[in-house]
DNA sequence: GTGGTCTAGACCACC
DNA sequence: GTGGTCTAGACCACT
């Protein structure tokens, strides 16, 4: 379900928040559906609880998902997902644009895989 | 030259880093041209030594200059800049391009954004 | 009558609560009148009895409302509502504003909020 | 320095971050000024410094310190805190000042002490 | 020495 | 059973 790298630099709860991310963006788990817990989670990927809940509580703060206490974890809808970022993911995709325009990488190869992203979404 | 800041989560190599790269990128720094060398912008950032030594490191693993032991580091040609550079820089793209896709950014934004990029670079 | 928000970060109970007591406030349920019953209000918001039940206590330990055992809970007078009650908003209050007067927000602001709030009520 | 109270119900790094920001507002500690390490604070309230952890995360969300990984943690100027925690500031006036008046509390009381606040901080 | 992450194990509040 | 908090103790990255 979630891919872990422990040669990864980045901490093993983002790697968590970002699968965890790319499955509710697949449309894997759609919204209002319920999260594994956090403990059925932690068991599956056998790591520590805590570090489940921190990417919880990261997701939940940029609004993919929300919590009942005694309840569970859900996926949100897609129109609470944080302003904050949609606008942090903006920078991102300038700075990264600009380095590949830089690096000589023409813009119509970008474009091109921007509207193939687009199709594969209206399938 | 480069502004550093310090409320920023990223750690200081880094900064200086992607300060430098920007720097590059922007032209302010020719291929072949020499950078300062590590004591003078570490003195001029007032900054630790080591720290400036980190980020050339990165830079260098990235392709991005060179060093020749006793004469300094220099700016290389683009074409030097590391495939695995551009690999990340992609998958960077794909990532952050589908999330906004996701969040419901029409593709005509971002392929705005890129082509207002491009007319950047070529002035 | 009272709306539940599942994304709320506050409990079930706490929300049932502070609804009650905002329908308490705003004149909708008066002086004297009964609530409804502890099952009837579980039934309607679709929740379990034991929840209700904890508001209750809650809003009787607050003095806002008072039971009689075998007929029911009723809103009691506003001369009922605890000392205690009070003091923790005026304590709330305090903090609040002198926290707001600090981030530079002008006293004449949050005054002129207070006399809308007045003007609210004698309507 | 900062008084916990184990009998609230208030986690202890809620009380902990509620003190710091105390402690920034009331000027004891100045924008820039470094706080007291995470350890070093833990073992000066002989609570755990994941613990401390937390409340320097939120504090830092917040905008009211930042950090400097490897350096410390340090005020922030008044001018970087959240718009966000603004807002939260405002709603909560509203709510406590208006169950205020209900209780009958004159607006003039609460009004007085506005203006004695003002006049503190202005000492 | 500083903050950041992680584990193991525990207890609590909520439903 | 679920998430939320806390402790104890450890290791790592950064300066």
Redesign the interface.
């Given at each position: 379900m979630i891919q872990l790298n422990y040669r990864d630099s980045r901490p093993i709860y983002e790697q968590v928040r970002d699968g965890l991310?790319q499955l509710l963006?697949s449309g894997a788990i759609l919204p209002g559906e319920k999260l594994p817990s956090v403990r059925a989670l932690a068991s599956s990927l056998t790591i520590n609880p805590n570090t489940i809940q921190r990417a919880y509580e990261a997701l939940e703060n940029e609004g993919y998902v929300?919590?009942?206490?005694?309840k569970g974890t859900?996926a949100?809808e897609?129109s609470?997902?944080n302003l904050e970022?949609?606008q942090e993911?903006?920078v991102?995709?300038?700075q990264?644009?600009?380095?590949?325009?830089?690096?000589?990488?023409p813009?119509e190869t970008?474009?091109q895989?921007?509207?193939e992203?687009?199709e594969k979404?209206n399938d």
């Open positions: 991310r963006m929300y919590t009942q206490i005694g859900f949100a897609l609470d997902v970022r949609r993911l903006l991102q995709f300038d990264t644009a600009s380095e590949l325009l830089f690096l000589g990488t813009a970008l474009i895989r921007l509207r992203m687009e979404r």
